[in-house]
């Protein structure tokens, strides 16, 4: 009898150590976070996080990125604690060591799913495993090489557009207009074998995919608030109830996104049928096709046709991929062209070389390698450091799934005085990955890590830089994050931007106007003229260069 009294005494106390613990290890974590330093919040009600989110949380993300260390505390509605991580040693620690721990929030999840189908952003664990091992591929710099090609036709008919609109006395041009217009259009016949736009000089295209997909950002933007509820409204019946109800739910942003999703996955299944059918008919019918079968689409179809069963992707993911691919490349790529050319037009003397660079390369005829137009050093250190300075994606939330702790490179001095080394992280807490801290860490980069300065990239990075594990998947930047969910498309990206510079940097002139030009956090950042204004656009002065 007094064996098993024992023992039931003997687990009970295990227990109640167990619990003690974790109760200590809990307030220990609670008072780290409490301890860390974060900008001054006036509100435990709302907090400062909202002012990072904000359209104008441009001053606010440059301020947490800079003065509080690497690692800092922000404050989220009812006294929520959030971390703004930039840290190497604690982003590779979330982005590679514990990639399966740290995951995107469940609502980002949920509502990807629901508006784009079963897409990268919107899966995790095998099913994202093999979606990227069927998609990695089709981005390798030698399907970059073959559809360089169909990016040097595109470009040069955007030279036309531009040296229309320049002849007829246009001299003041937004040039967001254009490097959107020419995005998509990339995208469009180098990512599905479609056209969207043929860029005519005389009128814009207009195509209700093409204006679907662009209209999705900023109507997402303004849902957020029921986004967050999509993981319990997706448990609420079945799927012809649920729809129903979003069908009658009288909210106009809500209904964009509605029709923004449905006319996205009608006409990708329709483009993905017309690909499989050419694709069957044989090689002639392919090389009739926008893209002669060089595009994203067309690689994946053909790799999926020959792929083990396991490794297969279904048509819905498939098509779900299409949709995805058009909206991650869009307005990412537009908008850091755009970026690059306000840099340019500021610092008319790397726009001089860099068009000395291009004409003696001969880059301005479209007849440059892959490889030769990668190498041209100029241009490249140009890419890099307004990819660095400028990284148009700031809001990339993380959730850790268990207690973890992020061990840091460069502790940090808490509130109180004392050193922290590691910050042990609850499960649940709201991670923000520090991106622009990153890219801008003076500890790394040197004082001067504020200045566009493309000449930092022609001579060795410092050491500092180089010895860091920062966890990013180009060139030591987070731009393009890094990992297992790292962009895909940023050589897709880096080409796109290396093919319309050289054409259109060899052809125009670039200066300022003397409109203020103010940018705009958002999913990705976007410019417009002064700061309340809600167009969308980035006007400078084009001319034709005249040698
Ligand atoms: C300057 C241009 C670009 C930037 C800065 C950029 C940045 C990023 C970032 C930060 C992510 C991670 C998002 C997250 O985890 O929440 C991402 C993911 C992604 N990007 Fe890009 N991107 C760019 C261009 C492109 C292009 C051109 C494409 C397609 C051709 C593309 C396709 C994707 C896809 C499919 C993902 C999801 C990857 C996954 O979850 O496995 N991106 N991008």
Redesign the pocket.
Known sequence: MAAPIVLLYGLLALGAMWFVRRQSKHRNAHHVMRNIPGPPSRSWMKGNVMQFFTRHGQEFQRDVALNYGSVVRLEGPLGRKILYVADPKALHTIIIKEEHVFE?PEP?LVSNNLIFGE???GSLGDI?KR??KM?TPV?SVNHMRHMLPVFNTVVFKLREVVLAKVREGEKEIDVLEWTGRVALEL?GQG?LGYSFDPLDSEKEARNEYGDAIKSLLPAMMNIEQLRQLTPHLVKMGPRWFRRLAVDLFPNAHLQTVKHVSDTMSERSQNIFHEKKVALNNGDEAVLRQVGEGRD?MSILLRANTTASEQDKLPESEMIA?MS??VF??TD??S??LARILQSLAEHSDVQSKLREELLHAGADTGDLSYDDLMKLPLLDAICRET?RLY???TI?LRVPRKDSVLPLSEPVVGLDGSIIKDVPVPKGTEIIIG?LGSNVNKSLWGEDSLEWKPERWLSPLPRAVNDAPIPGVYSNLM???GG???????K??EM??KVVLAVMVSNFTFELTEKEIGWNVALVWYPTVGKDDDRPQLPLKVRLYKP
Do not use: W
């Open positions: 995107e980002f897409c990268l952003i994202h979606q990227r998609l981005f995208i990512g994203i991929q995805l691919l991650a490349a990412t790529t908008n850091t990819l990284p148009p994606v990339l991106t731009t393009f994050l297992k969910r790292a962009c895909i498309g940023f897709f990206s796109e931007m």
